[in-house]
């Protein structure tokens, strides 16, 4: 009985010995709690545990110019667009430029079989031969006037019909070379010169084709030495553009070439559908600007203002719009909708608004957003 007793005893005095081992043995035990994370009613407001082990960073001041990007197209100066017409009706028998090339002044474009210069060609012979005459008679009516045979009346008639088929003559002859013909060459083919040197960027004639004269016009050249812009700037960013600004161009196709341009034109009339207004751009073109390129324009304000600068890592791209996530008072975390500017060195980014300088913001928005989405 003694011995029971001793035995009962001594695990009564081992229990907390063996109670205590297993508690230091636990390694959970000794950590702390995870982050519990609670979304309040408000969808912007997170609400942390430990508030304390989420890295916060706050927003510095920047002095600089805005800066507005927008998107694009190079297009042809209209000023320096010149139609080619054609004067003569007719079938097109050649043509010797296309859609793209390069053309000098005066160089042949087409040549087209016309009935205009062929019935132009005819009246110049006829008013030739009526001339002829008219002076012949002219010539025969003063050797008779100054022997006494005809009368003043008779001279000054004749000296009329000379004088008028002079005028006769010399119209047809400038109506064919209107046509673009030599009136001393006569030819059913008429040649179509070009007006200016440049690029031909529209046609609107084929091989066989029929030109009208003052009709549409065969070709359109255009001098590309300077060339548009053409971007589309949204209602609320015009105030940012002025007349006589100066915008950078980059081009996709060449990203590492900067070009200067000036702001010529702001549009008068938004697009309903887009709001947007067409903003033109007068740029020179050192030869690899061509028509219909896709280019990004940057416009840069008159005046400083003052903007937060944050990580880039503060922000937080969600459905095409900018957050971050600002702590309040009570040590919650809003999501707080930004408009994000230009990048800077160091992993740095402007913003643009949606917050001030001296504001404190999630170092890393991403990672409470994926604390929140668990």
């Given at each position: ?39 309040e ?11 304390e ?44 430029v ?21 019935g ?6 006829k ?29 000054q ?99 590492g070439q ?19 207004a ?11 600007m ?34 971050v996530f ?49």
């Amino acid at each position: 009985m003694k011995k029971i007793s001793f035995i009962w005893i001594l695990l009564v005095a081992l229990l907390p010995a063996i109670g205590c081992g297993q508690e230091n043995a636990n390694p959970k035990g000794e950590a702390p709690p995870p982050a519990q994370v609670e979304r309040e009613q408000d969808g912007g407001i997170v609400q942390v545990d430990h508030p304390e082990q989420i890295q916060l960073v706050t927003a510095v001041a920047r002095n600089s110019r805005p800066e507005l990007v927008v998107t694009g197209v190079v297009t042809p100066d209209v000023s320096r667009s010149v139609p080619v017409v054609s004067l003569a009706s007719g079938r097109v028998v050649e043509i010797r430029v296309r859609l793209g090339d390069t053309v000098k002044k005066d160089d042949v474009l087409l040549r087209v079989r016309s009935n205009d210069v062929s019935g132009g060609y005819s009246d110049y012979r006829k008013a030739v031969a009526d001339e002829e005459l008219a002076r012949t008679q002219y010539e025969r009516a003063e050797d008779l006037h100054a022997h006494g045979a005809i009368s003043m009346n008779d001279l000054q008639v004749a000296r009329d019909t000379e004088e008028k088929a002079k005028v006769d003559l010399e119209t047809t002859a400038e109506h064919l070379r209107l046509l673009g013909s030599d009136p001393g060459k006569p030819n059913g083919i008429v040649e179509i010169h070009a007006p200016v040197a440049g690029v031909i960027t529209d046609q609107e004639v084929t091989d066989a084709a029929l030109v009208q004269a003052y009709g549409p016009n065969p070709f359109t050249i255009s001098d590309l030495s300077s060339v548009w812009v053409v971007c589309d700037v949204h209602e609320n960013q015009l105030a940012s553009v002025r007349l006589g600004d100066a915008a950078d161009i980059r081009l996709n196709a060449y990203p590492g070439q900067l070009f200067r341009g000036t702001v010529s034109n702001i549009g008068a009339i938004l697009d309903p559908n887009l709001r947007t207004a067409k903003v033109r751009i007068e740029v020179r073109n050192p030869g690899i600007m061509r028509l219909g390129m896709f280019l990004t324009a940057t416009f840069r304000g008159q005046q400083q203002v003052t903007r937060a600068v944050i990580p880039s890592t503060a922000i937080l791209h969600l459905h095409d719009t900018d957050w971050v996530f600002a702590i309040t008072p009570d040590k919650k975390f809003q999501r707080v909708e930004i408009v994000a500017g230009a990048s800077l060195p160091g992993d740095l980014q402007e913003v643009v608004s949606g917050l001030l300088p001296g504001a404190q913001v999630v170092r890393n928005a991403l990672t409470l957003q994926n604390m929140v989405d668990q």
